[in-house]
């Protein structure tokens, strides 16, 4: 079964700092690009982060950039998310996602384009930041 | 970046109902859109992507249109397991690919 789970949520203190895991199976873990989305008590969803699959490039939002890492070892399929200088506004449930890259011939030319999407997500670890 | 906008922020509907979800990008992006649904305590699911392909799995009453800046969530006929949090992504600007504001569909 193709399954992301999340772990390392908690309670933590303004201004400290967090590690998430997100154990990754029944994929090739390598081949995929993966990315962070986190979510506020009652708000919708924001993208946080993306690494490339070879580990090899890493975007952030605007929100996080400086203060969180994004980082993954292949050799044991796993994912993970330092966060620091955490602050109320980052308190969420923090998803782990898989990027996928559906081929598909757009206009009927035979050309194929590549149309990305989260396709496998993990069931979300909390991250509160309150005194 | 590019700003989704998603119309209504929240709907009742009936089971039978067909209903509709508009999503509106601040840019042309070329059928790079993708749906999502999300119940209650549970992780978003991809429904939709380039705008109109229905993932696997996905029941044929959701289908999804659109071009340019405007696209659209359709449910052909409202079921009871239907009732979500309905969200639009782009996936014209990677890496980041960004969401509307979310559609809640509720029991009327």
């Known amino acids: 079964e193709v399954q992301l789970v999340e772990s390392g949520g908690g309670l933590v203190q303004p201004g400290g700092s967090l590690k998430l895991s997100c154990s990754a199976s029944?994929?090739?873990?390598?081949?995929?690009?993966m990315n962070w989305v986190r979510q506020a008590p009652g708000k919708g969803l924001e993208w946080v982060a993306y690494i490339r699959s070879s580990g090899g490039a890493q975007f952030y939002s605007d929100s996080v950039k400086g203060r969180f890492t994004i980082s993954r070892d292949n050799a044991k399929d796993s994912l993970s998310l330092q966060l620091s200088s955490l602050s109320a506004e980052d308190t969420a449930v923090y998803y782990c996602?898989?990027?996928?890259?559906?081929?598909?011939?757009?206009?009927?030319?035979?050309?194929?384009?590549?149309?990305?999407?989260?396709?496998?997500w993990g069931q979300g670890t909390m991250v509160t930041v309150s005194s | 970046d590019i700003q989704m906008t998603q119309s209504p922020s929240s709907l009742s509907a009936s089971v039978g109902d067909r209903v509709s979800i508009t999503c509106r990008a601040s840019?042309?992006?070329?059928?790079?859109l993708n749906w999502y649904q999300q119940k209650p305590g549970k992780a978003p699911k991809l429904l939709i992507y380039a705008a109109s392909i229905l993932q696997s799995d996905v029941p044929s009453r959701f289908s999804g249109s659109g071009s340019g800046t405007d696209y659209t969530l359709t449910i052909s006929s409202l079921q009871p397991e239907d009732f979500a949090t309905y969200y639009c992504q782009q996936s014209y600007r990677t890496p980041a690919l960004s969401f509307g504001g979310g559609t809640k569909v509720e029991i009327k």
């Open positions: 840019q042309n992006i070329r059928n790079y």
């Open positions: 996602t898989r990027a996928y890259g559906f081929s598909v011939d757009a206009d009927g030319s035979g050309l194929y384009y590549v149309f990305d999407a989260f396709d496998i």
């Open positions: 029944g994929f090739t873990f390598s081949n995929y690009d």
